[in-house]
């Protein structure tokens, strides 16, 4: 047998970006004498003004489609300018320089609102660059979400990609507007910002996993022994990130400079490193290095006569290669001949550590954004969706992958903004945030802050455990107390069985819909929806109202506050069952964080041994809440399927996963798509969060064992993955737990008298309703921490039909 050779040629770097469609249709635009507005959609208007009557086609960072179709509008002059009116708006625009009485956009309809050119949009906040030093809350860029209806990206200063892919600056002066006009339809104006500026990447499955990382000069040795390590206690991980001890730092000569920029291994750490990325990969990982390259490529580098020759220097002058991507020819060394050996090794990914400003050697372009944006065609090479690890450049930047955050102070303060913070950038369209799980810098040891965040980075788009060059700022499990490290085993092990879930919210953000969005996105229309910043929507069946303060000293409880849509929301942990439509105080101990399922909300989780989120698993545990129909698509597909961005391509397979309330039956549908990128054959734990059923449940008609108790109860069996399987239930559910054993729990730990527990103890139990119990309680001299667990608990759905 002979091996094939892949004579493919690589595409190369500097191309135009795959799906652009820079170019609006003539019939949707309205021009006069030094201005132009382009109805994008009946809620969305381009509204540009030049000085010298030019407009610009091409695409900018921010805007790379502007065919979006036909749209309805009428348009009758306005003095020099238009008044336009579709079925949502009216623009007003004079034809001048924009003014505030000369531009002004009015929302028609239901919603009210408008806007006049340089007046505030009072929008709900976007996101930022980073959170370098960030101790809490910092301020955001704009997004395109206001409870006043209308949002604005003012396009002016971004530098343009020219038709063969590279890269062209503005003529100054002029003014770019994109003014989002959807009223409080918060979704259809981030769908629509994803229409103009490109849809997020589909991250690859094993980007969901758990990634490690530490700035610390590891070895080959030591870091597949630590991972090693953690195999042992359980604790799964997808993604290796190593700091930039990959590369020479403290050996390089004093005449070339410092070692934060770096290419080339450092053998005394890394002597072989083919197999130990090799290594990486047999352990189910994959591997990101960091990059820090402003100091360009110098004479020490193992590359350096090539990258030095391929841009007209002479290697014997050991003169540096200046960091210059506005120069094709460096841009097209930089990937060819830096990067894509150590591609070749094995590197998967790398991380863009990008620090050193705004400027470059064209004016107005941004080395953050051409290093975003050329990483991700090069890693796009062959086909697959790319994927970059980079800081934000501005709107627009969610087609780079995921995000790195920055370097965060290690504090509660820091904790308790990241919820918000990360939700907030839905309003910009930003799904994928990675923050520095534990905070990277300063700060002192805590603990149950350590905890508390590791749990957050769970329930975050991307969970990256980090910690700075400090041998006391440590991140693994065992290190802490035996709660502690119980807590943070269990929360990374969830993680990875949340990757079925996360997967397919991940096909679902592609389309359109970020994976944590803010409570206001789901109903805009109710105040209750704007107080509670911290909580947010995770996907389409979960809420997640994080832990980020202490706890209690005399419950022994952390306290949040939430607010809970209409409906029913089940607690996956407790199987507690809360009503909604109210404000609701949740107390969870150091193990447990709010995560609440939707009624008729469906969990794919993977089985507890499938640990590899590098494929699609064989076991499966899928959460259902019963109390009402519901239905989740399960998505998955191959790392190696190409990706085709104008097509919207979605997943390989799909797995319909149908709960059917009123027939009792839940249908494991038959794999629909590629059945070859899944097993055969697969192993299906159902587990109902409802009271046990007093009746038979089948599988297929066949009855079958029902394991666990009331709240968590679980049927398990095999089904062929192109047939698929019925469970039905032979009687109607009941929904809720018995609150009196949790709240038995709550007053054993609580560290408060005797005498007023059995007080309280005694009016829990005592048959009356519940308010009766409810007043009671404020009788018998409960703590007020205390007293809110047990408020709480009684207050569940308790014994109710599904």
Known sequence: MTDTVDTTPALPVVRPLPGAAPQARPEQEVRGAGWRVTVLTDCLFRVEWSPDGGFEDRASTFAVRRDLGESEFTARPWGEGVEITTAHAWLRYDGREPSAHGLVVELRGTDSGRWRYGEPTHDLGGTARTLDDADGRIPLEAGVVSPDGIGVVDDTESFLFADDGGVGTRAAGG??????????????????????????????????????????????????????????????????????????????????????????????????????????????????????????????????????????????????????????????????????????????????????????????????????????????????????????????????????????????????????????????????????????????????????????????????????????????????????????????????????????????????????????????????????????????????????????????????????????????????VYAGDRHVELHRPLESVPVLLRDGGILPLAAAAERDATRNPAGFEVLVAPGASGRLDLAEDDEGDVVDPAAGAGPAAVTPLVWDRDARELRVGAVEGRADVVPASREWTVTFLARRPDAEVTVDGRPVPVTGSDGRWSVSFTAPSGTGAVVRVGAPLRVGVDPAEAVRTVLERAQTGNPEKLAAWEVVTSGRGTVERLAELDTVGLPQDVRGAVVELLATVVDTAA
Request: hydrophobic share 40%.
């Open 175 to 576: 003014r770019d507007l994109y003014v989002f006009a959807h009223g409080r339809d918060y979704a259809r104006a981030v769908r629509e910002l994803y229409a103009v500026s490109g849809a997020p990447t589909r991250l690859p499955r094993w980007a969901l996993g758990n990634w490690w990382s530490r700035y610390h000069p590891y070895s080959a040795d030591s870091y597949l022994e630590l991972m090693d390590r953690f195999d042992d206690e359980d604790v799964p991980f997808s993604v290796a990130v190593i700091d930039m001890d990959w590369h020479r730092v403290g050996t390089v000569p004093p005449q070339h400079g410092n070692g934060w920029t770096g290419y080339s291994w450092e053998p005394t750490l890394f002597p072989d490193p083919a197999a130990f990325l090799g290594a990486l990969h047999d352990r189910g990982m994959r591997t990101t290095l960091n990059l820090h390259p402003a100091d360009g490529v110098r004479a020490f580098e193992d590359a350096y006569p090539a990258v030095a020759e391929a841009v007209g220097i002479d290697p014997a002058t050991e003169a540096p290669v200046p960091f210059d991507l506005t120069d094709p020819a460096f841009v097209r060394a930089y990937f060819e001949l830096l990067h894509h050996p150590l591609e070749e090794q094995g590197v998967d990914f790398w991380w863009i550590d990008w620090q050193q400003g705004r400027t470059s050697g064209l004016r107005g372009v941004d080395p953050l954004w051409l290093l975003n944006h050329f990483h991700h065609l090069d890693a796009a090479r062959h086909g697959g969706p790319g994927m970059t690890f980079s800081r934000y450049a501005g709107p627009g930047s969610h087609r780079y992958a995921v995000g790195f955050s920055g370097d965060t102070v290690v504090s509660w303060e820091s904790l308790a903004f990241q919820p918000e913070f990360t939700a907030t950038a839905a309003n910009i369209g930003y799904c994928w945030w990675s923050h520095d799980v534990g905070g990277h810098t300063r700060g002192v040891r805590d603990d149950e802050l350590a905890t508390r965040w590791v749990q957050l980075g769970v329930l975050s788009p991307i969970m990256r455990l980090h910690s700075a060059n400090n041998p006391f700022i440590r991140k693994e499990p065992w290190l802490f107390p035996a709660e502690h490290r119980q807590a943070m085993g269990e929360a990374l092990r969830l993680r990875h069985r949340l990757v079925p879930y996360l997967h397919t919210m991940n096909h679902r953000a592609a389309g359109g819909t970020p994976l944590v969005r803010p409570m206001y996105h789901l109903e805009p229309y109710r105040g209750e929806a704007y107080s509670v910043p911290n909580q947010f929507a995770f996907g389409s069946e979960l809420l997640v109202a994080p832990v980020v303060t202490p706890r209690s000293r005399v419950s022994l409880l952390s306290r949040t506050r939430a607010w809970l849509p209409a409906g029913r929301w089940t607690d996956v942990f407790t199987g507690a």
